[in-house]
């Protein structure tokens, strides 16, 4: 094919070139060596222009050519065949990336599998393959094949997985991909920054790139502002591909969007290389694409491709797009589909001829049946598998291996509760580089010329207090006032293989985070089938008692974490506990929700001195604090020490109460509360969550399951009113359970 034949074409397909576009020899740029200057230096604009005309370039060759439209159709094919399959009851779900073909392959062709890491959404099939996924791969996943590499026959068809090609495990939440993509891309930044990193993270390349896409509809969530702004703000190389076919199911685009165009309104954030194209021309979007990734190879900040494209097929089979489109909207988006437009193209500049094009789609046909035979051939997950990988298969934290607690060699003063949090923050970022440390207002103090000049925040608690000066602001850092970012880009840093151990600055305000916790941090394990994992430490302000904190800054949700599986939930109720099992928290290799009780940061009575450095107690492992014969309190948190005002009380009306601290609370330790049981033969379980519903109600309703015949009374609960925190103290005092409370419980089952 001659440069005069691309160049028309290219003209063809982009209309007017604009200023400083490329000619006939610059359709395809050569690929980058990998850089070895400082990552973090953008290159100014002037040079960055003087560098693109100077590097030499190669045109694509007829071979490329065929090859674009080899994957275009093959990507349609396998769209095709899922929907025959599905019709004839042979897949149970089908969601096709028509429409999108040439953009994505066009996005494949200038990135790097194994090298450059991706996070698709699920119109991304032809990227998949162009990056080498096979169709046999995507056809294991749409019959639920154990061998489908993307979830193991966990997740629906098209939801994108691969661990060779560094394909993150896709979900099916609508933009929670975008932060995580930004966390991964800021994990290589962070990795450039501390140099203890380059030996620690296996597998970086200093110019790697992170691709993420996402369609119109998604720029509707805030979690896409949210990665734009850390995205540019830390001038990332992140590549976001919208891919934009004016529908989200039904709704278009002027609906979803403020002006129709979501390009005119991000074209403001700084550090944002922004960039159209017609994405069903693949010429025209291998050409912006190629800009788009060498802008993120160059350090220069992240790069945004508005792709317009089409959707010829319904969203998915199970929606009907003859209900909400014209017939002659429909007709038109058919008149610009890229396989139709694109194979009619190489006939015409006689790339192939048309014996030759049938002769390639027979191929591909052929090719696709043969691997439809060997999905269906294949074995689907044993039942037995089910709760596989829920938790990691490889490291127990409730375990031996994580008990030191016979033995703390305690030394120094008693410190608080936020004193040995602290410390163990201290010297588990000094044992391990990976740990970083972040939230809202955790830094000392972010303008790093006025740190000598100021105490420093380290926390509204100050349990993040000389973190920065310690270990620096790459590793001990703010983040914006967003919570789901803060998880999200967390998600993002430990699946690229860093320790974050982040804080939500209050559980009040955790919910903007909770679509990422419930749906991303916990899952991607088990999505994945163990592909993929994300081993977060959440530290997690909770509680009330504080005279003061209301409703928003009391509250105690903790049932809504504890059923969520791939969840670690624990709960100190003192320093030491908190101390070791924080540890244990951070060496693990599980999504942990570290609870701190606001309450108890600073009580005396919870004090202890600081144990070793390798001090850890296990997940599961309960703490009788009181012995008893006559009753057993089983709780956690603020009601352990009132729980022990009460019993001491009691104790004179010769009453004995054993208490047992759970300590965490997923898991929870059985046998503890099972031989406490069998021994007192009546029980409290005291918690500070409303009664109805709360994380009691699962305790209770066991110990009546499986203990029936040890009791000599039902079960009895203490908990808050089925309200909320008030601001007044005395609305207060009647909302959560008081040491009276516990008080009259005790008397009242003893007398049963």
């Given amino acids: 094919m001659s440069d005069t034949k691309v160049l028309r074409l290219v003209k063809k397909s982009e209309g007017k070139l604009p200023e400083g576009a490329f000619t006939s020899k610059t359709v395809a740029k050569a690929e980058p060596k990998p850089s070895t200057a400082p990552a973090i230096k953008a290159v100014p604009p002037?040079?960055?222009?003087?560098?693109?005309?100077a590097r030499p370039q190669q045109?694509?060759?007829?071979?490329?050519?065929?090859?674009?439209?080899?994957?275009?159709?093959?990507?349609?094919?396998?769209?095709d065949k899922e929907i025959q399959m599905k019709g004839q009851n042979r897949i149970f779900f089908q969601i096709s990336g028509a429409g999108h073909e040439a953009v994505l392959v066009a996005a494949g062709m200038c990135l790097k599998p194994g090298y450059d890491w991706f996070y698709p959404y699920y119109r991304d099939r032809a990227l998949c393959l162009e990056l080498g996924m096979t169709p046999l791969e995507m056809l294991l996943e749409s019959v639920g094949a154990e061998a489908d590499p993307n979830s193991h026959g966990r997740q629906m068809p098209s939801h994108w997985g691969h661990k060779k090609l560094n394909i993150v495990s896709q979900s099916s939440p609508t933009g929670t991909q975008l932060l995580q993509a930004v966390g991964c891309a800021e994990a290589g930044y962070r990795i450039k920054l501390v140099k203890e990193l380059k030996r620690a993270i296996r597998n970086f390349h200093n110019d790697e790139v992170v691709y993420v896409s996402l369609g119109d509809g998604t720029t509707s969530e805030g979690e896409f502002w949210e990665a734009l702004n850390t995205a540019c703000n830390l001038k990332l190389p992140v590549v976001f591909l919208l891919e934009d076919n004016d529908y989200a199911i039904s709704v278009p685009v002027e609906v979803q969007t403020a002006g129709g165009d979501v390009s005119r309104l991000v074209k403001g954030f700084p550090n944002l290389y922004l960039q159209r194209c017609d994405g069903t021309d693949p010429i025209a979007s291998f050409s912006v694409?190629?800009?788009?990734?060498?802008?993120?190879?160059?350090n220069r900040g992240p790069s945004l491709v508005h792709a317009k494209v089409i959707?010829?097929?319904?969203?998915?089979?199970s929606d009907d797009e003859k209900l909400y489109r014209a017939d002659e909207e429909r007709a038109s988006d058919a008149e610009r589909d890229p396989i139709k437009k694109f194979g009619a193209i190489l006939v015409k500049e006689k790339i192939i001829d048309q014996d030759g094009l049938?002769?390639?789609?027979?191929?591909?046909?052929?090719?696709?049946?043969?691997?439809?035979?060997?999905?269906?051939a294949s074995p689907q997950p044993a039942a037995e598998t089910a709760t596989d990988f829920v938790y990691s298969p490889t490291v127990d934290?409730?375990?031996?291996?994580f008990d030191t607690e016979a033995n703390p060699e305690l030394t120094g003063n008693p410190g608080t509760m936020v004193d040995l949090i602290n410390r163990c923050l201290h010297t588990e970022m000094k044992r391990d580089p990976r740990i970083m440390v972040f939230g809202e207002d955790i830094a000392d103090c972010s303008r790093e010329q006025s740190l000598d000049k100021v105490k420093g925040k380290g926390g509204v608690f100050k349990v993040t207090a000389n973190l920065q000066r310690e270990f620096g602001s790459a590793r001990a850092f703010n983040s914006p006032l967003a919570e789901a970012n803060i998880v999200g880009r967390a998600i993002g840093m430990a699946t690229r293989g860093l320790k974050p151990v982040v804080e939500i600055q209050f559980f009040d305000y955790i919910w903007p985070a909770f679509h990422q916790i419930r749906n991303e941090l916990a899952l991607l394990r088990w999505r994945s089938g163990n592909e993929f994992s994300a081993p977060v430490v959440l530290r997690v302000p909770v509680g009330g008692y504080l005279k003061g904190g209301a409703i928003y800054h009391s509250q105690s949700g903790v049932s809504l974490f504890t059923q969520i599986p791939g969840l670690r939930v624990v709960y100190p109720s003192n320093a030491l506990d908190a101390n070791g099992l924080l540890r244990t928290s951070i060496r693990g290799d599980d999504p942990v929700i570290f609870l701190e009780h606001k309450h108890l940061y600073r009580q005396a009575y919870n004090k202890s001195p600081y144990p070793s450095d390798d001090f850890m107690i296990p997940f599961g492992k309960?703490?009788?604090i009181r012995e008893g014969t006559d009753l057993s309190i089983i709780t956690y948190g603020a009601l352990v020490h009132r729980s022990l005002v009460a019993a001491r009380q009691v104790e004179q009306q010769g009453i004995s109460v054993e208490i047992v601290d759970l300590r965490t609370l997923t898991p929870y330790d059985w046998n503890a509360v099972a031989n406490s049981v069998k021994k007192t033969s009546r029980v409290i379980v005291a918690h500070e969550d409303s009664l109805s519903w709360g994380y009691g109600a699962e305790i209770a309703a066991r110990i009546s399951q499986e203990l029936f015949e040890h009791l000599d009374a039902p079960v009895r609960r203490v908990a808050a009113l089925d309200t909320f925190v008030a601001y007044a103290p005395q609305l207060e005092d009647a909302i959560l359970p008081q040491v009276a409370d516990v008080l009259e419980a005790i008397v009242d089952l003893q007398k049963y």
Avoid: G, W
Wanted: with cysteine; glycine share 0%; proline share 5%.
């Fill in 311 to 317: 959707r010829p097929y319904s969203h998915s089979l």
């Fill in 397 to 401: 934290p409730t375990s031996p291996e």
């Fill in 358 to 376: 049938q002769k390639l789609k027979d191929e591909i046909d052929r090719e696709i049946n043969e691997a439809a035979d060997a999905a269906l």
């Fill in 59 to 79: 045109q694509l060759s007829p071979e490329q050519m065929l090859n674009i439209f080899r994957t275009m159709y093959l990507s349609r094919r396998l769209d």
């Fill in 622 to 624: 309960a703490k009788t």
């Fill in 46 to 53: 002037r040079r960055r222009r003087r560098r693109e005309r």
């Fill in 289 to 298: 694409m190629r800009r788009a990734v060498d802008n993120c190879r160059n």
